[in-house]
């Protein structure tokens, strides 16, 4: 039989060589919001591991919206010069599509760095503003301002001026980051949405900026490439966003021709009760697709080849991809492709990386473009 697993798959024109992705990854490693040394390496090596789509970490659209001063964003004529090198290296030397994941870190924005300990910096400390749906902090961060109607509309401009970018990069997708507590979770989860105007209040109105944010972006950016969004498909608590809100926000975007959505979950309250376990959120994934028909990736703790192939190949999700597996292993499309007799994207420079290893048997040359 041979594997879904490597199958290709087409969203609009894009289309990838496997179902293998890149999960973002935010790297706390751009300076002022560029792209650096760091990147080049980093998203290098992974645009030849065989994956057919890599997606850059979560790159903020305004400086307001960056969680640590050491996020990539997409907000200035600098940051797009500095991503288009890094992206336009990747491009001419690595095999995977490349999309970009943009983001406005929402009420726990002002941060350090994951290795400094993600802690609050006061705005008379040089931290900044923090924005949300309403001013109730993130326990242990900085109280955001509530926006109101114009801080709204600016900050969809925000998402939209970074897409235009995102374009002029040479970005083949882009996924909206609605997920883990951000300014989009913060929207639609009731635990850090008590608005009582048009944009709270009922599910309805929970979810309207997330997606007039999706409207906005879809009007600029090309018919030809796609659009997605990550979201926590479930807070992990009673009374918070729940897995079939998931369902119904689905619903919403594909009649909008949402491309697909990524199932995450948690990130929006510290009281979460996360069960973390392989593949423990598939099942959203799983879900989502099954009762809303819209396209899915799975993420969190895949981490065998086998595994993968049976969540693509059951119809669980039509994608599947991998975080930390990646930094551990950045070959692991490799390797999966020989567990399962396939073929994958490798450079010819690292023809004789594996004994076993001869032109045209399990690794083949990058496909022309
Ligand atoms: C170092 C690191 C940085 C991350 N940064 C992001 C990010 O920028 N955007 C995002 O949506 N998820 C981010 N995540 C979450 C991953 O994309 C992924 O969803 C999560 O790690 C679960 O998948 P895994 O078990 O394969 O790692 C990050 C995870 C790690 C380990």
Redesign the pocket.
């Known amino acids: 039989m041979p594997s879904t697993l490597f199958s290709k798959f087409k969203m609009r024109d894009l289309e990838l060589a496997n179902r293998i992705v890149v ?4 790297q706390y490693s751009g300076d002022n919001g560029n792209a650096t040394e760091w990147h080049m390496m980093h998203l290098g090596h992974l645009a030849v591991s065989g994956a057919g789509l890599l997606i850059t ?2 790159t903020a659209v305004n400086p307001q919206g960056r969680l640590s001063k050491t996020d990539l964003g997409l907000y200035s004529d600098e940051n797009e010069a500095a991503l288009e090198h890094v992206i336009g290296f990747c491009r001419r030397n690595g095999g995977a599509k490349l999309g970009i ?1 943009l ?1 406005h870190g929402g009420r726990k924005s002002s941060i350090t760095t ?1 290795w400094e300990g993600q802690k609050a910096i006061p705005i008379d400390k040089g931290g900044w503003v923090t924005y949300s749906a309403t001013d109730t902090p993130y326990p242990g961060r900085n109280i955001p301002e509530a926006l109101d109607e114009a801080g709204i509309q600016r900050e969809i401009a925000a998402f939209v001026k970074a897409a235009e970018r995102a374009n002029r990069i040479g970005f083949d997708m882009i996924e909206i ?1 609605g ?2 507590g951000y300014l989009i979770h913060n929207f639609l989860s009731p635990f850090s949405n008590t608005r009582t105007d048009g944009y709270g209040g009922s599910l309805q109105g929970r979810m309207r900026f997330p997606i007039e944010i999706y409207e906005a972006i879809r009007k600029v950016w090309p018919d030809h490439k796609p659009l997605g969004m ?1 979201i926590s498909a479930t807070d992990w608590v009673e009374g918070g966003w729940t897995l079939d809100d998931s369902v119904v926000l689905a619903k919403e975007l594909k009649k909008r021709g949402c491309d697909y959505i990524t199932a ?1 979950s948690g990130g929006s309250v510290p009281e979460q009760q996360l069960q973390v376990g392989p593949g423990y959120q598939v099942p959203f994934a799983e879900k989502i697709r099954r009762e809303s028909g819209m396209t899915t990736m799975a ?5 065998e080849a086998r595994q993968a192939e049976e969540i693509v190949a059951s119809g669980q999700a039509d994608m599947v ?5 990646m ?1 551990f292993n950045p070959r692991w499309p490799w390797h999966a492709a020989m567990e399962l007799g396939e073929q994958v994207y490798y450079p010819p420079q690292y023809e004789r990386s594996h004994p076993k290893m001869r032109a045209g048997d399990f690794l083949k040359p990058r496909a022309e473009k």
């Open positions: 999960s973002p990854m935010g970490e979560a994941q983001y994951a980051h997920a883990h990550r995450s993420v969190g703790l895949i981490t991809a991998l975080g930390r597996g930094l």
